[in-house]
């Protein structure tokens, strides 16, 4: 006689479903700590700013749908919303020094307060808008206002943020410009099958509540004391910087240089990329679905990610994050389905995680506190330049040599920025800023220009 087959009993079953539960639960409590852990213990004025961002980037619009809106809804062609594009990221350009320096000497919440009803007043405009003349010059505007908020956000999360904390910090804010960013390109496609205008109208509207956000629960964080010497050794004092200083800081403009390779190599993901799989074969919904992998294991990744990050050495992991978005991108030269394509984003994704907070980290690191602006925004300007070449770049190598050249030139672009790194931060401190300068309301100063200081 043959075995009966084994049926589980109703014991069974119920001690098998009550250890899934108990499993389920013991990885929801240690996932709900680890979460606690990762936000506990930052400033309050930090959890406003986060807020301020998130809802900044919620009403995002101008940026993902321009190039649609002008040749679909205004019948302009592909080269005229390329024009646009590119006087919308000169804009960035343009602005980057200049807001660095007003973040210096106006204060972090004037900048920001008067970047963001600037934004707001522009992306209103520039709905309404319909000769290309002036749609171009609005868009150019558009792109100054909305970039200048930048080195000033920056330089109040190093101002309000105990060093320890600050590549958590600098990792939750970007965590939430990626969770934004995600939310507002699913609705604002919604938005635009409805109306190209209320898009415009909507972003200006959520621009104008992170305004009032700052405005009401944001004080000044800038330094009244210049009581800095620099950050780390070497670093300039914080007394008569300007622009000069930061250009002739070596190791910081090293810094910015990296940083432009990485940007140009994390650009390719938004122009190179469509390119090369439309010339594959693939349809935009294909470029879609695998780019749409960056956004969720950014929103599902960075926490988790920060905790492993906080406490080790910077150096390596800047090093690591070269090479995995190298190389992330050189794989794609093998892609040749849309889920290779997603695997190979998911290579370089793990490295831009990475890298955004630490090297956010460095600069501030290597920044004088009272001159986080004019440093941020030098730094800000490597990625609006960076935003610039890529299409250019990836444009004349596809066009010229094919895009696998494209994928090897960026990861050869990948192993020349961990070399550089390596080589700069050879003789820098492991354990961070020497100085650990904690927020206090009552050190900041009032929003008014030192009379003796030169502009720039």
Known sequence: MGHLPFRPGPDTVRTSLGGTRMSAAAGLGRATRATRETVSGLPREFWWLWTSTLVNRLGAFVATFMALYLTMERGYSASYAGLVAALHGLGG?????????????????PTMLAAQVSTAVSVAVLGF????????????????????????????????????????????????????????????GFVAEYSYLAGFIGEAAMTLICAVVVFLKVPESRPREAAATGAVAGAPSGDGVRLSTVLRDGRFMGVVGLSFVIALIFQQGYVGLPVAMGADGFSSSDFGTAVAVNGVLIVALQIPVTRFIQSRDPRRLLLASSLLAGYGFGLTAFAGSVGLYALTICVWTVGEIINAPVQNGLVVQLSPAHGRGRYQGMYTLSWAAAALVAPLMSGVVIDHFGAGWLWGTCALLGTAAAFGYWLLMRNLPAGGATVAESFDPAKATVAVPPAVEQAG
């Open 93 to 109: 350009v343009v602005s980057s020094l200049g807001a660095g320096v007003m973040t210096d000497r106006l204060g972090r919440r």
């Open 129 to 188: 808008m319909v000769h290309p003349v002036a749609i171009a010059a609005v868009a150019f505007l558009v792109g100054m206002a909305s970039n200048a908020s930048r080195p000033a956000v920056q330089a109040m999360i190093a101002d309000i943020v105990p060093a320890e904390d600050r590549v958590r910090a600098f990792s939750l804010n970007y965590w939430a410009v990626n969770l934004g960013f995600a939310v507002s390109s699913a609705g604002a």
